[in-house]
């Protein structure tokens, strides 16, 4: 070949021209595969070299061209692709074609405009990027440009809830049907280069393959996310699917539902039966959730029916949803439960919330309840004075300290505030179950309190 600034003959695998010094070979930035010349693409890995540095301009920063003015200005280095373990997301919505031949162009930029505002505000809540949208199909990928060690399961609960969020969507009141698919692995990524082809692969090939075979409604994972994420996520066996374009079937699986918490934490031995007939006021609970956390008020619902109904259920199926949207460094979730036994046992389930803030077990010796009690305080709130006002309050929930219940509304009103300070890190939860056993409160005739209840007397 030819020195491209000289002109001189080279040798075959010299990495400098004889005749000017002139660096002839540099690196893929993508694998340091070296490469000779000005080629479009690298040959180990296929990586575009349109914005990598020419072999003049990297020699001529180094310094190679010693006594000489290079014959070019140094073009700068642009974005570097590199190798990183993702998942990728596609969904698309069914029959859009056939819809949009059958409504006004009007109706159905109206429909894409608030689908695309859900598939933003879905994959933007868990974590996600969405890489570009396709028509009426959108591609989002986790592990870029950040990453996570529950990338995958991330994904796959933004499908389950994206293809959840878009049976509420309508065209003339149709109901509109999402199918969807998520595929993890290897791929090449681009960090910067959002929408114009971030990553790219094998694995983006076949997630998209899987998406579009998917039915309608369903999410359908490859074999690395199912293994990745069945600890939380329920899977039934969908076989090995020809795809377009690949040589040997494709093994896959389809998402049925979320049954533990990340990364499985929560998750019952036996089967969970799926959650049903309760969409609706589910939906309503997310949404008051979200519209409480926007507005910055408080939001109180209350869920009423007989024994049996699933009102239990639809609690672990909003902690669920919550767990997964945020994780617990960012929404604070509080649960306890009034018993159907005793006096006094209107603070039992407020006791059971702080117990779990504190990560107190039950039956812990008063020494390592305080100190951990104390702890928690430091941990959220700020103020020194206010601490010292909270620690007796806390302390009569929690068995360890008596109780002025002639000062009881002052009380209350300091086991409030612990849960505002709470709130004034994230988005607060409190959950009472069965509330309907708690009564009126500790009366003076109670001697004993413990965990927020008094002793049961026969």
Known sequence: MACPRCGSATLAGAKFCAECGLGLAVNCPNCATPYEGSPKFCAECGFAFASAPTAASATAA?????????TAAATPAGPAAERRYVSVLFADLVGFTTLSEQHDPEQVRELLS???????????????????????????????PLAHEDDAERAVRAALELVSRVRELRLSGA?????????????????GLTGEGMVAGDLVNTASRL?????????????????????????????????????????AWRALRVVARVGGAGREEGLEPPFVGRDEELHLLKDQLHAAEREHKLRMVAITGQAG??????????EKYLDGLAGPELYYWHQGRSPSYGEGVSFWALGEMVRRRAHITEGEDEASTREKL??????????????RWLEPA??????????DWGAREQLFSAWRTFFERIADKGPTVLAFEDLQW?????????????????????
């Not at 608030?114 to 592990?143: C, H, L, P, Q, S």
């Not at 109901?175 to 960090?191: F, K, Y």
């Not at 104390?374 to 601490?387: G, I, S, Y």
């Open 114 to 144: 608030e689908y695309f505002n859900v598939a933003r505000e879905v994959i933007a809540g868990y974590a996600g990027t969405i890489e570009k949208f396709i028509g009426d199909a959108v591609m989002a990928v986790w592990g870029a």
């Open 438 to 458: 708690a009564d009126n409160g500790c009366s003076t005739s109670s001697s004993t309190c413990s965990n927020g209840r008094a002793t049961s007397r026969s």
């Open 374 to 387: 104390r702890k928690t305080l430091d941990d959220f709130v700020p103020d020194a004075q206010e601490r």
């Open 309 to 318: 109904m699933g009102k239990s259920r639809l609690i672990w199926e909003l």
């Open 394 to 403: 806390l302390g009569v929930l929690l068995g360890i300290d008596e109780a």
């Open 62 to 70: 180094a310094g190679g061209d010693a006594g000489r003015r290079p």
């Open 211 to 251: 998406q579009s075979i998917a039915p309608p409604g369903v999410v359908l994972v490859g074999e690395t996310t199912q293994q990745a994420t069945r600890a939380a996520i329920a899977y039934e066996p969908a076989g090995e699917q020809l795809l377009k374009g690949k040589q040997a079937p494709v093994a």
């Open 175 to 191: 109901p509109i049907e999402l199918r969807a698919a998520v595929h993890s692995g290897e791929a090449a990524v681009t960090v």
